[in-house]
Nanobody, 117 residues
Framework: VQLVESGGGLVQPGGSLRVSCVASGFTFDAYGMNWVRQAPGKGLEWVSNINSGGGNQYYVDSVKGRFTISRDNAKNTLYLQMNSLKPGDTALYYC???????????WGQGTQVTVSS
């Protein structure tokens, strides 16, 4: 199993960024997937999840209306579109495979998102 994130970078407040996670080594469309982030000096924070078929999405309150999770099962790829970014969104963003509610068994290496002027 491998999860590889990409697309992070430096963006100004109010800007947008899309991060991606390419999955391999397992049947991608059989699993729910999540985005989890870790801000500097803080613990892990769950951001969003999407079910295996892509029809149901959930978000932490702080990103509702600004972030959109999606997936392309034909490409084995998970996305997180982030709009109206704030400095508080600065973090290392991980994708993680969900095996049960709030339980993840495989993680990517993370992609850094920095929101700063």
């Amino acid at each position: 199993v491998q999860l590889v994130e990409s697309g992070g970078g430096l963006v100004q407040p109010g800007g947008s960024l899309r991060v991606s996670c390419v999955a391999s080594g397992f049947t991608f469309d059989a699993y729910g997937m999540n985005w989890v982030r870790q801000a500097p000096g803080k613990g892990l924070e769950w951001v969003s999840n999407i079910n295996s078929g892509g029809g149901n999405q959930y978000y932490v309150d702080s990103v509702k209306g600004r972030f959109t999770i999606s997936r392309d099962n034909a490409k084995n790829t998970l996305y997180l579109q982030m709009n109206s970014l704030k400095p508080g969104d600065t973090a290392l963003y991980y994708c993680a495979r969900r095996i049960a509610p709030a339980a993840y068994d495989y993680w990517g290496q993370g992609t850094q998102v920095t929101v700063s002027s």
